[in-house]
């Protein structure tokens, strides 16, 4: 699919809708149009994504990341949200072909945080703004429900004014229950590919597509603020299976959205294939937000990791979420779910200032807020 240079990084100043309108030629308005009719009847058919996927650079994408940017702004202005990411264990029993910590890589050191340094984190993130805590780890049995609601019930007393995320992989719907009566508002669960036969191919034979979809679905029951997501470009993922995510996207309506490309990374089965491309990224979450307006979209470290500018352009294609990672910096590198993650020695204090400025060259405030889902 398509490909972006470090050249073409600098957008700014981005074209406007009409500046945009005024040049084009005649049959990129006639793209124009049906992007238009992509927003109002929130629904794409598949020639059309197969197209923008392999559309060159040009005022058609331009056009697109415009709409998207002026969606996003219509329901959130120029505010980014920002979730404080706390990696709580690196274990997992599963063995996805895709992840750095699955379960087969022997060569990566292991660790749980402490409850206190959990919670020392988090008042770390809230001392910076930060007013989402996401709590995340592979799928490890040692977080029974009993340590985990207490962790949360605490968490939870203590930050009243603060959303409390989970993303803890697939648990049973009483657990779910449980975590949600001690006080989670949110679960993110990326569902990876809206395809069984694709999801067969990312995942060892034990793992359940319709299980993954079934999480999901008690989640949303249970009254969480929900989060799928995908990778863009991982191993036999085509237009098709695209388009089966984002109409996935549609009759689902999450709350969140989180996508990123795909980083082949080693000790994996898919140590040798080519990573995602960023643009294809870019143009899905512009998609993504012209299909479901009021999404919750974040702009992701891998984003980051594959481009150095990876995260204004997110924000720039729609994005209004940022995740930034207070874990403690010695954790960083064992929590190895891809290559090269960028951010590893990054104090809380380093990072917020970096993205502070980074917000303000794309026109965007981070603002100190739960950023809850705005209907
Ligand atoms: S993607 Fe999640 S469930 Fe799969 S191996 Fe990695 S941490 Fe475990």
Redesign the pocket.
Known sequence: MSSLTDTSVTQLPCPTLAQLEAEGAPEEKALFRQLDAVAETRDIHLPLLDELLHLPKGRVVQYLHAKARACTEKVYGDRIFLRALIEISSY?K???F??G???SNTTLARYRMEEGTILDCCAEGYAHGMRTFVLQS??DAWWTDERLCRIVDTLHRRHPDCAITLSL?ERSRESYRRLFEAGASRYLLRHETADAAHYARLHPAEMSYEHRMQCLQDLKEIGYQVGCGFMVGSPGQSPQTLWQDLQFIRRFQPHMVGIGPFVATQQTPFAGEPNGSVEDCLRLLSLIRLLHPHVLLPATTALGTLHPFGRELGVLAGANVLMPNVSPVENREKYH?YDNKICLDDGVDHCIDCLERRLQSVGRRMVVDRGDFQV
């Open positions: 997992c599963n063995d996805c895709y992840c910590i699955r379960r592979g799928e992989g779910i």
